[in-house]
């Protein structure tokens, strides 16, 4: 059984920075494309950032230069490193593999 575990959401003030944690078991975790996704509220869930098996990055345009994903397969976990956070950055950040979602973390940053 594939589980997804967030970890790492808070509070901060716009300009600050928080690195999200996924920790992954039940898979292959070398193999898996992973992603972070986001859903502010009254919003649809989007693409924040993916990785490949590579190491290859994806980034939404709205969040490019500011976060970096990046993954560790000796501790089957993928990362959301976000710098210079904005208070359009707010909502639930969740973490997915194929089909699998986490159970999200909450990300909220006043202004």
């Known amino acids: 059984q594939v589980q997804l575990v967030e970890s790492g959401g808070g509070l901060v003030q716009a300009g600050g920075s928080l690195r999200l944690s996924c920790v992954t078991s039940g898979m292959i975790f070398s193999r898996a494309v992973m992603g972070w996704y986001r859903q502010a509220p009254g919003k649809q869930r989007e693409l924040v950032a993916t990785i490949t098996r590579g190491g290859s990055t994806n980034y939404a345009d709205s969040v490019k230069g500011r976060f970096t994903i990046s993954r560790d397969n000796a501790k089957n976990t993928v990362y959301l490193q976000m710098n210079s956070l904005k208070p359009e950055d707010t909502a639930v950040y969740y973490c997915?593999?194929?089909?699998?979602w986490g159970q999200g973390t909450q990300v909220t940053v006043s202004s």
């Open positions: 997915n593999s194929y089909i699998t």
